[in-house]
Every structure is written in C-alpha cells, then in structure tokens.
C-alpha cells in the first residue's frame, strides 16, 4: 500500500469518482479508527492513530482537485517547481488581475452579492480546469501540461479562498 | 468466524446489561450525566427525580462545597462565593471575559487562565468545573453501583485547545477517567441521527447558556461525518439575559448595584427571557438592599428589538460553515436545534429563515447532548448493541498554526481538518551559526499572530552551527481523537535530532493537577497508594484481554518466537496482577506493551487490507 491510491483501492487516475473514493474512506477508518481501540493495548491505539491520521490524509489529498493533481505528478516525479517557477501565461495573469480588482471592488462596496457571483463563476471555470487537467493526466499523459494547468487551478482556488476570506468578513 | 469470549474464573465478568462508561454535558447553565441502560441512551437524575444540575458552585467559610440546587437558592444572597457560567472562564484570562464588569466576583488575573477568591480560597475554573462533575460522578456511582469505567465529555465544538484542555483537566480532577472530548452538536448528532436513522446533509444549530456552535455533518451508513463547524464561544443566553439586565437598569433609572442585587436582577433577567418564549410579556419585580422595589414590564416586541443583534450573530458563523463544506442550504435537510436557549422563537426564526426549513424539535434540547455523549461512552467501551456499528468522524474548529518572520501566522493544520490529523512544516534558520529556535504555536483564523490565540511557546536547542538557511527543522503538529494537539520539532540535516512536545499554555501542567488531587478534600482521604493499584489493575485487565483475543485471532501472523514472547509477557502481566504491588503492574503492562508494537502494526494493516477487500471485521477489537 505505497499510494494514497492503493489505499483505497483505486486506480491512479485524475478523473475519480468521487463516492467510490468515500466509501472506500469510510470503509477504512471503521475498521481502524482510534473509537474502535479505545479498550485495547498501548500499542494497537498508537497503531491505530498512525493508521487513521495517513488514512484521513489520503482522503484529503485525493478529494481536492489541486492536491490530487499535485500528488499524480509528483507520483510521476513532475516538479509543479512553485518556488522557482511562476512563469504564467500573460493572457491569463491579465485575467486574474482583473478577477481580483472585481473581488477589490466588491469588498470595498461590501457587497455580497457580487462576491457570490463571482464564487459561482470561479466555480465553473475551476470545473473546466479540473476536466482538462483529467484529459491531459489520465489520457495524453502530458505532465507538462498539466504541471501549467495545476498552477493556473491553483490561482483560481487561492482566489477563490480570498472571496471566502472577503464574504467572511462582510458578515462579521 | 466469529470467537465467544468467556471470562477467567474468578474474575469479574463485564457487567451485562448496563454499561460503566458515562457521558457528561458540563454546560454552562446546566450539566447532566447520562448512561447506556439496555440498549438505550438515560440520564440520570438525583435524589428528587432532577435530571439536570444547575452549573453553579457555592463556597463556603467552613470550606464545603455546595454544587446545583442547593448554591442555586442562595446566589442572590452570597454572590462572591457562588459561582455562575464558569464554563465561560474556562482556559480564558480576564480580558477576554465579556462582561467581566457585570460579574460579581472577585477575580484575580493569573497567568493563562482567570481565578476567583472566594470564602473558601483563590479558585480556578478547572477546580470549579470539577467540583461540578465530581458530583455528576457520585450521582452515576450511586446509580449504577460502584466505580465508573470512564466519561466522555463534551465540549462546544468551537472551544479551542486551551478551552479543552482546560475541560480535560477538569474532569481528571474530579476523579474521571476521560475517554474522549466530544463536540456538543456532534453528540447530538448522534442521538437525533441513531434515533431517526437519518441520512444525509444535517445541520446541528446549537445555542447554549454561553457558547453557539454550528455543525454541517454528513450523516451515512452508520458513519457520522463532521464536513464543517464554526461558531462563537463566547455567544450564548448568558448575552440575551445581560440585555434585559442592561434594559432594566436603563428603564427602572437604577444606580451602580452592588454585587448581590446584580446577582438579584441577572437572575430575574434570566426568568424573565424564559417566560418571554411562551408569553407575550414578562413582569419584572424585585426589591433591592437598599429597599427600593424595581417593577418593570418587558414586552416581547421590545426583548427582540434589544436583542437582534445577538441573533444576528448566529448567521455569519452558520454560512461560513456551510461555505467550508462546499454545501447550499439547499443540500441540507434537516437542522437540529440544540441547547436552552434555541427555545427562543426569534432564535427559532432565524434559523428557519436561513435554511429557509422549519428547524427540527423533536429532542429535548436541554439533553439531547448527554443522551449522544452516553451512546459514544457505550461505544468506546465496547458496549455496542447489535445493529449499533457506527463511527463518528470528526473535525477540529479552528486552524493550528506556528509564528513567522514579522509576526505573521504559517497555518499548518487548517480548520475542519478531519481528526487525527498530522501535519508537517519545514522552517529553517535565520541567523549563521544559529544554535536554537523559538516556536509559538497560535489557533485562530487571523494572518496576524497577535489576532489569534496564543496556545504555547517552546525551543528547540542543539542545532548544529550553519549557515542561515541550511538547517531543516521540521515541526509536527498532531491533533488527537480528543481534538488535542501536540507539537514537536526535529532537526534533521545533520542527522542529529532533538523532540520537544508541549502543553497549552492555558492548560495545567501534570505536575499542577497531580497537586490539586492531593490537595483536595475529596481525595485527601482517599489512598493515592489504593487509587493507583485500583488503575493499574484495570489497565492490565484490559490489555491483557486484548492480547488474549488478539492471539485467538490472528496468532497465526506471528512467528513461533514472536508468540513465544508475546506470551511469557502476558503470562508475566498475569501473574503480577493478582497481587497487590502496583508498580510490578505497570512494569508489565509495559513490556507487554512493547513486546506487542509489531504485532499491533501487523494486524492494522492486515485490517485495512481486509477493509479494502470489502470483507467485514466489524469484531476485530485489540
């Protein structure tokens, strides 16, 4: 059991269908959740909570669009190199300032509305990032070019954390 | 295939038909203490059919104690000694303390966690807390005929650390073995959703004496999933009783009071917010020391005008938790409401409007929490009835972090983290020839350290001279079942290594709560000698029985001199057991312990194994 993915059964693939994966999860920490050795030895508990921390932290990593991306390259021995490398598209780092002076604009008129619109419109473009991050992975094998499209759904998401960031504090 | 267990002669057999293990709601106006009996969940009452305990301690000069009824009658007479809402101290230092002005106590600001002087001595909120459960405990040893095999605790899901801690150090103090801290609207999570067998998307809203939690949990095949939780641990109806209070003031012109008549009119305060759920109006009349007689009337018109702000407080917490879980209100299908004070229909109201559904009614909501902390006290220890195979998966509420350059916040476990949870960070030196470095460990959502809670500060020492930016020093965070963390630091460039694990600061040190338990009158008579064999034997019982069924089992995975050994040790833990010197007990328990490791790791992953290929093992229990 090297892979998060071997964990829970599944085959290495971007593309994963998403109650297979939580029922294997929920299958797992039944079995091996600290609850169920809270009678046992010293050593079956401690067992127990290494087992169920790395299982929780599979599933984390496999749900998340980004993580699971990341984790498929780096299985593939693809450096996203976030720390060097922050070369983007200039047509798509054009776009992202504009996606972020609408977010500016909305928190300053504190308007909620917007800032839900925009949610949802990020939502659906982090869709169509996720589709073709599966088609570049699972069928063309092009890490490469998936390396580029998990920088760019990394964008989307960090953006996508500051309206949160920006709505949470509108209603505080 | 499935093994009968039979007990060794002359040992005691489990109890058959009740279970041992309590569950514990320490609430802020009320605590109850309930029990598995024949498959399902009861609270206990007291003497006169009570089930709930007032959260109030009186002290007295001639150093008893009165906890519940008894301190109740009297607050408004010796309100410096009896004391209200602890819960709301519990792990806070007084600034942070809402209302600390209206508070008729004598505090005294210690470092990390208030303190009251009262008749009978400074006391902390861990030692009040645990005069509170003390009695909790001597109410379920009455009821179920001797020594109790542990508690599980709750706590309002959005307490942080210090708060829990603070609850764990509590219940230790009163002479509880804790078997876990559980998260209030999880636990009644569990009793709606065990009841109704509920599937789905719920909401748990849930408004306490002082303390709001909002839970989204996906409820599936018997596995209780925390997706979400925020809240406000300092919202509660605490706050709609100081409006009214404040109202008063305001309305009867009254002057500065002293303690016992701002005890006098809290209390009124109280009664009349209750009597404003069913009525229309409420009287308020109340005469003062100085004989002056204060009558005024409250319409419930006016209550929700003065209080919509407390509401309205409720609302942001619940759609960032929704938001956290990726969820619409229209993914929800049912909301549970939870604690006294969601009886208020304004509060009701609210929560219809924001997941636009009638909320749900039908648990008492002043005990459905205690009901679900008993089932998971039955649960862990192993008293499950048939069909009852269910698993509880649960978060932690705020985001663990460690302080940066410039005093900013580098989040390492980040809120609704499904626990346990282990997370790792590298950070590295600063300085050439840099020998140590100082950690602080923050919770809280804010990027500024100083906008968070400061949970502890420690060093790790012994890093070999480098250059700056050579050593890698890496700092775990693990956050346990009980949603406790700790934290250690390890640097590994030059293979040399050096752990450190600490406590919140705002937690007891062991050292300190060993010195209470001696200090105390409930256990200065007791004999720690006793106490300490009484433990060790019950944890060399269990481990013993777990190894036996863990060798009827899967005995086969080991080889013949693995086993050899596995089984002189036990058989060494055996025959220490029956004597009386407990340190030869805990001597064996631990070398049976790790004589074990390998084979608990063995079986672990064959369990998953087996999980994987889809082959039920719903008795693997050691």
């Known amino acids: 059991m090297k892979t998060h993915f071997e964990l829970f059964g599944l085959q290495p693939a971007y593309a994963l269908e998403a109650e297979r994966l939580e029922r294997a999860y929920r299958g797992i920490q039944s079995t091996i959740h600290p609850d169920r050795f809270a009678q046992a030895g010293d050593a079956a508990r401690r067992a127990s909570i290494e087992w169920s921390t790395r299982v929780n932290e599979a599933y984390r990593t496999l749900k998340d669009p980004v993580r699971r ?13 976030m720390e060097t490398n922050t070369a983007m598209p200039a047509e798509f780092l054009a776009r992202q300032m504009e996606l972020r002076e609408a977010l500016e604009l909305a928190a300053a008129e504190k308007d909620a509305g917007a800032l839900e619109r925009q949610h949802a419109a990020l939502r659906a473009e982090r869709r169509e990032l996720q589709d073709a991050l599966a088609e570049l992975i699972d069928a063309k094998r092009d890490y490469a070019g998936a390396a580029t499209l998990t920088r760019k759904l990394m964008f989307l998401d960090r953006l996508d954390q500051e309206i949160d960031a920006t709505l949470a504090e509108i209603e505080a | 295939m499935a093994l009968f267990q039979i007990a060794e002669p002359g040992q005691p057999p489990a109890p058959r038909g009740g279970c041992r293990a309590v569950g514990i709601d320490l609430g802020t106006t009320h605590s109850l203490v309930a029990v598995m009996r024949g498959g399902a969940a009861t609270v206990l009452t007291d003497g006169e ?21 008894a301190a109740q009658a009297r607050q408004a007479e010796d309100p410096r000694n009896t004391v209200v809402s602890i819960k709301r101290y519990m792990g ?13 106590y004598d505090f005294v600001d210690a470092p990390g966690m208030v303190q009251l002087r009262t008749s009978a001595g400074v006391k902390s909120p861990v030692e009040i807390s645990a005069d509170i459960l003390g009695l909790l405990r001597r109410r379920a040893e009455l009821a179920l005929g001797g020594e109790l095999a542990g508690a599980v605790v709750t706590v309002p899901a959005y307490f942080d650390d210090a708060q829990r801690q603070a609850t764990k150090d509590a219940a230790r103090l009163a002479g509880l073995e804790v078997l876990r801290l559980l998260n209030e609207p999880t636990a009644a999570a569990i009793a709606y959703g065990l009841e109704n067998a509920a599937e789905g998307v719920y909401a748990v809203f849930d408004l306490g004496g002082g303390t709001f939690d909002i839970s989204i949990l996906r409820l599936a095949k018997g596995v209780f999933e925390v997706v979400a939780t925020n809240g406000d641990s300092a919202l509660g109806g605490d706050d709609w009783d100081q409006r009214v209070f404040c109202w008063l003031a305001e309305a009867a012109k009254l002057p500065p009071l002293d303690a016992r008549d701002m005890r006098l009119l809290l209390v009124k305060s109280r009664e009349a917010r209750e009597h404003l759920t069913y009525h229309g109006e409420a009287r308020i009349t109340a005469k003062l020391s100085n004989g002056d007689v204060v009558d005024e009337t409250l319409d419930s018109e006016t209550f929700c005008r003065i209080t919509q702000h407390l509401v309205q407080k409720t609302i942001g917490p619940t759609r960032r938790a929704l938001r956290d879980a990726g969820l619409a209100v229209e993914d929800v299908k049912g909301v549970v409401m939870v604690g006294g004070a969601t009886r208020m229909p304004q509060v009701q109201r609210a929560a219809g ?61 980040p809120r609704n983290s499904t626990i346990p949870a282990a997370r790792a960070q590298e950070f590295t030196t600063f300085k050439d020839g840099q020998t140590g470095m100082s950690f602080h460990v923050v919770q809280g959502e804010r990027e500024l350290v100083s906008d968070c809670r400061s949970l502890a500060r420690f060093e790790l020492k012994g890093i070999p001279p480098m250059v700056a930016g050579a050593a890698r020093v890496r700092v775990t965070f693990q956050v346990d079942a009980d949603g406790l963390l700790s934290v250690s630091a390890r640097e590994a460039t030059t293979g040399a290594e050096s752990s450190v694990a600490v406590k919140p600061s705002y937690g ?22 006793a106490r300490a064999l009484r433990e060790h034997r019950v944890e060399g019982e269990r481990l013993a029985a777990a190894v036996r069924s863990a060798l009827a089992a899967d005995g086969a995975m080991l080889g013949a ?34 004589a074990t490791e390998e084979f608990a790791a063995q079986r672990m992953d064959a369990s998953v194994r087996r999980a994987l290929a889809g082959r039920s093992i719903a008795n693997l229990d050691a």
């Open chain 2, 49 to 69: 059919g009570r089930a709930l305990l007032p959260s109030i301690v009186r002290y007295l000069p001639d150093g008893r104690t009165e906890v519940g009824y």
């Open chain 2, 353 to 413: 409007e924001l997941f636009r559904r009638d909320p749900l009614n039908n648990l008492d909501p002043d005990k459905v929490v205690a009901l679900g902390a008993a089932m998971q006290a039955g649960a862990l220890a192993g008293d499950r009835g048939e069909g009852e195979d269910w698993l509880l998966l649960d978060v932690i509420p705020l985001s663990l972090g460690i302080e940066t350059m410039g005093g900013l916040v580098e989040r390492i476990v």
């Open chain 2, 561 to 594: 001199e693995e086993r050899a050994r596995i089984e002189e040790r036990l058989a060494a833990l055996e025959r220490v057991l029956a004597g009386t010197d407990h340190r030869a007990i805990k001597t064996a328990v631990d070398a049976l312990n790790r």
């Open chain 2, 92 to 104: 806070r230092g007084l600034k942070d303390v809402a209302h600390a002005e209206n508070a008729p």
């Open chain 1, 69 to 81: 991306a990341r984790y498929l390259l780096e299985l593939q021995g693809v450096d996203l190199g």
């Open chain 2, 508 to 529: 007891l040190s062991d050292g300190a709560i060993e010195r209470m338990l001696r200090d105390s009158v409930a256990h200065a008579k007791d004999d720690m000698r």
